[in-house]
């Protein structure tokens, strides 16, 4: 069987089965709805990255704040143990008696 | 027209309005092809969900397609590997079926006969044999489709020929 007896036989006896009249609008809907599809992926991925960027900035500025505050309260605590120590009348008193010997 | 084509294809898509139709042009060149390939490589009717699929996995890239290559190479590119797909999944094989060759089946049709002579040989040999055969391409651009060289593409189609030959016969086709 020479190349164009092939050719003419297989063309006789087979068909490409037709296409859909609606192949093209079947097709252009499956493309619109991927595009909606991605648009909601791609806003919610957003949304989401968004809500996990803020809530580390909130965790973040709590953290500082409480770092923060716990300093300064120690240095309140010191403020006010300096302050009692020269308030306190024991020291006068102490060195009263070291000192008794001494006749003013 | 094929290079201005293709370069301008090669410029950005400004919108995605231009690239749809850009696509959509494509769609309509290639269509009846990628029907045509896909087709004869499986010889099934149940071909429109491929062909669908083929076009949608083109969509999905074709804002990075750079026309390095022809769009028709391209989508022959996906349209291969969904037709692969497609035989993998219906677990397809390429050896012969000897109850087929053996059988004294004479009602079968020639349409019948063809598929089954097709589905005996080999991918490779299926498809070089189909797209100059059926499909109608030169062996030069099946060589530059499948980027396969011209030499090989021809020894793959005697080859798938005289093999489809020889089922027809014992099979008791004698077309001249």
């Given at each position: 069987?020479?190349?164009?007896?092939?050719?003419?036989?297989?063309?006789?006896?087979?068909?490409?089965?037709?296409?859909?009249?609606?192949?093209?609008?079947?097709?252009?809907?499956?493309?619109?709805?991927?595009?909606?599809?991605?648009?909601?992926?791609?806003?919610?991925?957003?949304?989401?990255?968004?809500f996990?960027?803020?809530?580390?900035?909130?965790?973040?500025?709590?953290?500082?704040?409480?770092?923060?505050t716990?300093?300064?309260?120690?240095?309140?605590?010191?403020?006010?143990?300096?302050?009692?120590?020269l308030?306190?009348?024991?020291?006068?008193?102490?060195?009263?008696?070291?000192?008794s010997?001494?006749?003013? | 027209?094929?290079?201005?084509?293709?370069?301008?294809?090669?410029?950005?898509?400004?919108?995605?309005?231009?690239?749809?139709?850009?696509?959509?042009e494509?769609?309509?060149?290639?269509?009846?092809?990628?029907?045509?390939?896909?087709?004869?490589?499986?010889?099934?009717?149940?071909?429109?969900?491929?062909?669908?699929?083929?076009f949608?996995?083109?969509?999905?890239?074709?804002?990075?397609?750079?026309?390095?290559?022809?769009?028709?190479?391209?989508?022959?590119?996906?349209?291969?590997?969904?037709?692969y797909?497609?035989?993998?999944?219906?677990k397809?094989?390429?050896?012969?079926?000897?109850?087929?060759?053996?059988?004294?089946?004479?009602?079968?049709?020639?349409?019948?006969?063809?598929a089954k002579?097709?589905?005996?040989?080999?991918?490779?040999?299926?498809?070089?044999?189909?797209?100059?055969?059926?499909?109608?391409?030169?062996?030069?651009?099946?060589?530059?489709?499948?980027?396969?060289?011209?030499g090989?593409?021809?020894?793959?189609?005697?080859?798938?020929?005289?093999?489809f030959?020889?089922?027809?016969?014992?099979?008791?086709?004698?077309?001249?």
């Open positions: 069987m020479n190349d164009e007896n092939l050719k003419k036989f297989l063309d006789e006896n087979t068909k490409v089965p037709r296409r859909s009249t609606n192949e093209w609008p079947e097709l252009l809907k499956k493309i619109e709805s991927e595009k909606k599809n991605m648009f909601l992926k791609n806003f919610l991925t957003l949304k989401n990255l968004s996990g960027v803020g809530s580390f900035a909130v965790l973040a500025i709590v953290l500082v704040q409480i770092m923060g716990s300093g300064t309260s120690h240095r309140v605590a010191d403020l006010q143990d300096i302050d009692a120590f308030a306190n009348d024991s020291y006068f008193n102490e060195v009263e008696n070291q000192y010997w001494i006749d003013l | 027209m094929l290079k201005i084509k293709e370069m301008l294809f090669s410029k950005p898509a400004e919108s995605s309005d231009e690239l749809l139709h850009r696509f959509k494509q769609y309509f060149e290639q269509r009846d092809f990628v029907r045509s390939s896909i087709y004869w490589m499986i010889n099934s009717n149940d071909i429109d969900d491929l062909v669908q699929e083929t949608l996995r083109a969509w999905r890239s074709f804002e990075k397609y750079e026309a390095k290559s022809s769009f028709r190479t391209w989508i022959y590119r996906i349209a291969k590997n969904v037709t797909d497609y035989l993998k999944k219906n397809e094989t390429e050896q012969l079926n000897e109850s087929v060759i053996k059988s004294n089946q004479d009602s079968l049709e020639y349409a019948d006969l063809i002579g097709l589905m005996c040989l080999s991918v490779e040999h299926r498809e070089a044999f189909s797209l100059h055969y059926q499909v109608g391409l030169t062996y030069l651009e099946i060589s530059k489709l499948l980027e396969v060289p011209e090989t593409i021809k020894s793959r189609a005697n080859s798938a020929k005289t093999k030959i020889k089922f027809l016969k014992e099979n008791g086709v004698t077309y001249e």
